[in-house]
Structure formats: structure tokens, C-alpha cells
T-cell receptor, first 113, second 112 residues
């Protein structure tokens, strides 16, 4: 398995509070992604990074920000959580060489009350 | 706008049957296409990656094909087993970007 960890794995928080999810990789891959998975919508890209301090928006980026200060870490922040952000969040990594096959982390289940 | 569709949403087959899962897309300008499996409550496991210049990839009992002109990829599973029960997802990266777009998946159940 690709060396990807996500923390926390489960979190319950209240509306209006800030939340930060962490993705850590040991593969030294250039690309990192944050997705959310919801019933009826499948996986949707929130933000992705193509290098340290290089990030871009995905399909559903409103209400989320990201940072990548080191190759191995990609942080997703919900500045003020809302109930619509209750979801399962997955981090993925990819190396541009070889066509950028993606490998996924175990996911974080976030509940916003 | 690129759209990715997987039909059917769910499929039940008896053990031992060969089966085909479909993935359709609306724009043939893609970088690559990847098939995943997801078990309930788990992350995604990569099965096969097909580059835009390739027609197919094989791994064990799995074979994935890509036909960009018709906007279609298929995942063939030979001699299905109960352990193959999972949701199968396809994802593609449009040309010029590594922003992947996912289909909503096919939930497969292989009956013993």
C-alpha cells in the first residue's frame, strides 16, 4: 500500500468551528489531492497541489482552503464548518511520471452538527 | 464539460460469471483513465491505469479497455468471486490537467 495517512480518521464538530484535516505521505509524490465523497455525488475534487506551495481549486472548493508547506503534508481547512460539509474526505497522491496513477488514503469521516 | 457515467449503478451476478462494467465519458480529450475498487467504509484501491495512448491494461483476472473515439472504457472481470463484491469506480483526467473526474460507480455483488 502507498504510504498515505490521514488524521483524524473521525471527527465530530459544531457549525461555525474551524477544522483542519491532515494528509501525510511517505512516497515523495509531487501531486496531492483532497476529495469529498457523498451519496449520490460520488467523489468530487476540492483542491489539489502540484508541488510545495502550488495549489489549485477543484470542482467544490468554496468553503475550503489548503496549504502545502512540505512535500509530504497537505492540509485541508474548513474555516467555519457548515452542516453541508458533513462528508467523508479522502486524500490522494500521484506522481506525474507514469501517468499519475492515484493512490488513496483511508479517509476521514467528518460530521458537522 | 466532461461528464463520466457508470451504468448500471448496481449489479448482482452468480459466482464464476464473466462480467463487464462500463464507464462512459463525453469528451475524448483525456490524459488517462483509472479504475478503482472501494469496499464499504474503506478508501479506494487502484486496479488499473490506462494512458491515453494505450488501448488496454491487464492485471490477473481484470482487463480494462479504452476507446476514446466512442468515449468508453470497460472493466472485464473473469470468473467472478464473492471477494470481488465492491463498488467499482472509474476516473479520468482531462487532457492538460491532472484534475480527476469520477463516475458514481457500479456496486457489484457476486453471489456464492
Amino acid at each position: 500500500d502507498a504510504g498515505i495517512t490521514q488524521s483524524p480518521r473521525h471527527k465530530v464538530t459544531e457549525t461555525g468551528t474551524p477544522v483542519t484535516l491532515r494528509c501525510h505521505q511517505t512516497e515523495n509524490h509531487r501531486y496531492m489531492y483532497w476529495y469529498r465523497q457523498d451519496p449520490g455525488h460520488g467523489l468530487r475534487l476540492i483542491h489539489y497541489s502540484y508541488g510545495v506551495k502550488d495549489t489549485d481549486k477543484g470542482e467544490v472548493s468554496d468553503g475550503y482552503s489548503v496549504s502545502r508547506s512540505k512535500t509530504e503534508d497537505f492540509l485541508l481547512t474548513l474555516e467555519s464548518a457548515t452542516s453541508s460539509q458533513t462528508s467523508v474526505y479522502f486524500c490522494a497522491i500521484g506522481a506525474s511520471e507514469g501517468g499519475n496513477e492515484q493512490f488513496f488514503g483511508p479517509g476521514t469521516r467528518l460530521t458537522v452538527l | 464539460k466532461q461528464e463520466v457515467t457508470q451504468i448500471p449503478a448496481a449489479l448482482s451476478v452468480p459466482e464464476g460469471e464473466n462480467l463487464v462494467l462500463n464507464c462512459s465519458f463525453t469528451d475524448s480529450a483525456i490524459y488517462n483513465l483509472q479504475w478503482f475498487r472501494q469496499d464499504p467504509g474503506k478508501g479506494l484501491t487502484s486496479l488499473l491505469l490506462i494512458q491515453s495512448s494505450q488501448r488496454e491494461q491487464t492485471s490477473g483476472r481484470l482487463n480494462a479497455s479504452l476507446d476514446k473515439s466512442s468515449g468508453r472504457s470497460t472493466l472485464y472481470i473473469a470468473a467472478s468471486q464473492p471477494g470481488d463484491s465492491a463498488t467499482y469506480l472509474c476516473a479520468l483526467a482531462p487532457s492538460g490537467t491532472y484534475k480527476y473526474i469520477f463516475g458514481t460507480g457500479t456496486r457489484l455483488k457476486v453471489l456464492a
